[in-house]
Every structure is written in C-alpha cells, then in structure tokens.
C-alpha cells in the first residue's frame, strides 16, 4: 500500500524544475518574440514604413507565445505576470497589462506522477496510506501550487494544497528573466526604474512560497475573525503542513461571482463587509491579504459567510504607512487640492521632481476614485461608470512616455487589493456606503484600540 501508484491522466504538464530548463524555456519565449519582431520590421520597410517596436512585440502571435509560455512555466514566472496584470495603466502600458491579465486564470496542473514524487518527499512513500480517498486531479490550479480533496481514515474531509517543485529555487532567477522580457524596448519608458518593484516582488513570492508561514498567516486570521458572522476560514490541520503542503478543512462553498443574481441587500452585505475587511486589515490589523483574485473568496450558503481562502500573499502593514493613508483618507473626505497632494507625495505616487503637470494628471485620478467616499448616500457600483473612467485615464497616463515615476512597492500592492475590491463590488453592482465605513476607521480612534 505504501507505494501505491497513484492513477494516471494525460492532460497535466509537468513543472520546469531546474534552473537550467527554465531559463531555456525563458529562452524560447525571448527567441520567438525577437523572431517575430524581425520578420514584423522587415514587412514594415519593404512596405516603407517605419517599425513600431511597441506593436510589433505585442502581436496576438507573441501574447500567445507569453502567455503559454509562463502559464507552462507556472512558479513566480506566471505569479509575477498575475500580480502585474493587476497595475492600474501607471506602471505598465495598456497593452502589456492586458497581455498579462490572460494570465490570471490560465494555469495547468502537474502530472501524477510528478505530484506523488513532490508528495513521496513531503510525507514519504507510504502517505497514501493515511486516506480513504485522494483526489488525483485537483480541484484548483493557480500559479504557485494546485489544490487536491482528501478524505482521511479517521473521516475528516480535507483540501491539500501542494506547491509545484522548483518555485522557491527558482524564484530570483524567474523575476529575472521576466525583467529582461519586460525591458525589451518599446514596453516601457527606457528612464523608468523598475528595480524597486521587482525587489519586492522577490520579497513577496519568496514569502508565499513559505507555506509554513501561510499556515500561521492563516492560523492568525483565524483567530482575528473568530467569532464573525460574516467570515469564515478552514481550520488547519497542522499534521499535514509541511513547507510545501498545506492541509485544511474542505468547506462547502459556491464562487462568490455567484451571487451576482441574488437579492440587492445580500450582495451589498457582502460587498460591504468585504471592503470593511480591508480597511480593517490597514488600520487595525496592521497586515493585508494583498491577493484580491475573487477566486480567494467563495461563499457558503448554508451560513451566509464568506469563505476566506489563500494567505500566502499577506503583507505587514507599517504604521508609519497606516498613518500616511489615514491622513490620506480625511483630505479624501473633505481637504482641499493642497492638502491632497501633499498626502499624496508622502505616500509616494509621486516624487517631488515630478513634472507639475503629471502629478496634476494623477491628482485628477485619485480624485476621481476618492468621489465615491464623498457622497452621503450609498454608491451604486453597478450603475457606474468610474471603474471605466479610472481604467481611461490610468491608460492615459502609463501611456506617456515622459512620465517614469514608479510609486513604492508597498503602495502599489496595497492597491492592488483596494482595486480588486472595486472589480469586485461592480460585479456584484452592491451599493455601499462609504463615507461612513471610511470614517469608522479614521476619524474614530477608538476603533483602533
């Protein structure tokens, strides 16, 4: 019994694991770009036109060539391209930006037998030995690790996840190769320094590669939502946990998307509840799930909660930051033009030599987005238009090539969270009063106590 193989199917991919076949891999994407691009710029001069490199790098044929590549990858490779499909247009070009949101959902699962060699190393060979059931095939795939349904001897209903071999050792070097495919000319301002955020991307999914760490992430959540009506989180099984398995309670749960037919008042509870969380993980718990994928949160009818799921991508929160934001929020409320940007340049969205008429141009966005939390009545994120004006003018200004400012990691993570709830909250087309929610935490200091 103990070395049982498990069943075998033929549509997984195995995993790249060595940093020599993945930097080969990387290879062939970089090599099939270039080719393309030549063979585009010789078609343009002998039509007498003059090569557009940006275009020409992003043709349907090399989006294709990038987005199975990393999605066969998998690892930071592909973690890195979803973490950067969520950019607000400041960062990156619109049309890289859509390239890598393809990404989001487009990850494959490792065969059976790489899965019961990663699981022979984690749990030895007699592991199969512990179950009734294991699921071969897994229920989840994402970037880092797929998700499998076990049931043990003793009854108790599991959902395993298991990391791909060879993420955390190949991380740096990922992050790497996926600099030098975004420095390839025509995608970004040649001024722009990228570095920063790159270095906190390594910091980041060395951190979600931990899974020890995200079990105690997960530990800890739980005990700070213990007692909600609202949330729920599966409860560990520590037994299990190794720093490539995670073991926790299946919960019976639907996707959050859906309730998008359910009555107004359910989906503007749920809604609500879920942008009060965020707020509550910036200025009281002073760390933030920074994953805003809808895929970490389901919905379990029998109670009414929302499920939480997912906390490798958790992220401490400074103080100095939660200060900065609170400040932030009260001239979102009522300051005036002077002390927004003033707000604003201490938490970096842009740098004192900022050209006046670029930090105008992202003074309007935020202003844009902060309308919301003005108004005394519930906002209709359904009947709205702000997601597409926002999204139109963060085009406009990632597209200028005369503005490199980069704003700093933690910032640009934070909000990637608070953009993942707006995505969120106009699927559901809630309405929500915000001001009020706003004011709780930073008008109101006895909340933070």
Known sequence: ???????????????????????LQFGGIASGIAGGVAAGSLRALASGKRPDLAQLLLTPTNTLRLTDGLSHLRGAALKLGQMLSMDTGVVLPDELTAILARMRDDARHMPPKQL???????????????????????????SIGQVHRAVTRDGQDLAIKVQYPGVRSSIDSDVDNMATLMRLPGLLPRSMDIGPLLTEAKRQLHAEADYIAEAQHLARFGRLLEGSDMFALPALHTALCTPQVIAMDFMESAPLD????????MRDRVAGALIDLVLRELFVFGAMQTDPNLANYRYEPATGRIILLDFGAVQPIAPKLAADFRALAHVALDGGEAETRDAMLRIGYFGANTAPHHQALIQSMFNAAMAPLRQETPFDFGASDLLERLRDMGIAIGN?????????????????????MYLMAGKLRARVALRPLVETYCRNRSTLN
């Open 1 to 23: 019994m103990g070395r049982r193989a498990l069943p075998q199917d033929d549509d997984g991919a195995a995993v790249p694991t060595g940093r020599a076949a993945r930097f």
């Open 116 to 142: 019961q060699t990663v699981l022979n190393g984690e749990w030895g060979i007699d592991w199969y030995s512990r179950f009734v059931r294991f699921d071969v095939r897994p229920f989840a795939a994402a």
């Open 258 to 265: 859906s309730l998008v037919d359910a009555p107004q008042a």
């Open 400 to 420: 200028d090539r005369k503005l490199a400012h980069v704003p700093p990691a933690a910032t640009l993570f934070l909000h990637r969270k608070i953009g993942g």
